[in-house]
């Protein structure tokens, strides 16, 4: 495999007014986006927000009510077959490789994918040494656990790359020393020069990994830039996070605090930074009390925003993608 994706003409990806209509509802309102080779793109809404309805759509399973999707020279609506071709997909649910051994079946996705067969095995071995999974290269897929499979699931999908790489949750069940190794190996994609379409519930990691992202609420898109231009509201803002006592309720909120979500023991709180000092006192007085058992004072975060523009978190106190 070259360093990169061949590089003549122009590839880039573009979704312009997409609306997609299940009867009287709108699971996509006129969705306009952009992806650059070589670019990772993260993908932000909570659960019902018309993710993966997108992703259907650009990969030819679902026809858009109206709008255009293109790639490169190729009409995706008109051409379903060349965005098969030309897009690498992980789905969200496991690959099914239970009868397959791994390196096998990374090694023969490779090969459906138009890969010379040497370039193909010397690309499917880095990819067993980049995410660590050497030891279970010869094992049968119905052995491995969830998190292997998953990263299995990556190195098929990245093997041999298509013009456009979608990731939906990339990262599911993968240990955390992995997932590293797999942040690195989506990062290695746009190298590669693929434009990478991420969708994760992961927001924190995501932020350190994609070039620019866009949030989806009820099928709108809502917001779209870099991390740094999303926070540029929040600048002058900080995170005050608290971990209350389990099953103590949240205490009653000072004046400076500006915005509060709780998700299970978690209360994150924003504040000013003219605020620092008191708020940290604030917080030292809850844990005397015995209210809170210990607290957090940083710069807001992507998933701070997240939360302001669709008022969700997930289960585990991260906004949900």
Known sequence: MTDR????????????TVTKA???????????????????????????????????????????????????????IEDPDAAR???????QAQMPIDSFRARDVIRLTGMIRGGESGAVTARTNEMIEALDIGEWAE??????????????????????PGRVVILDEPTNDVDPRRRRL??????????????????????????????????????????????????????????????????????????????NTRVGNNVMNVISETDATVGIGWAQELMARGVAEEYALGATTLEDVYIRLTGHTSSNGNATL
């Open 85 to 91: 071709q030309l897009c690498s997909y992980l789905p």
């Open 182 to 259: 797999l942040w690195e190996q989506v990062r290695r994609l746009g190298d590669l020069g693929s434009a990478v379409l991420l969708v994760t519930h992961n927001v924190l990691e995501a932020e350190k990994s994609v070039d620019r992202l866009a949030i989806i609420n009820e099928g709108r898109l809502i917001a779209e830039g870099t991390s740094s231009s999303l926070k540029a509201e929040d600048r002058g803002r900080l995170r005050l996070q608290l971990m209350m006592v389990p099953g103590h309720p949240t205490p009653e909120l000072p004046d400076f605090v500006q915005h």
């Open 139 to 160: 094992t049968l897929g119905i052995k491995l656990s969830g998190g292997v499979k998953r990263l299995v699931g990556f190195a098929m999908v990245s093997v041999w």
């Open 22 to 76: 299940f009867g009287d509802l709108l699971a996509n309102d006129g969705i306009t986006l952009q992806i650059r080779p070589g670019e990772v793109y993260g993908l932000l809404g909570p659960n019902g927000a018309g993710k993966t309805t997108l992703v259907k759509q650009i990969i030819g399973l679902l026809k858009p009510t109206s709008g255009e999707l293109t790639l490169g020279p190729y009409d995706l």
């Open 5 to 16: 994706l061949e590089s003549e003409g122009d590839w880039r990806f573009h979704a312009r």
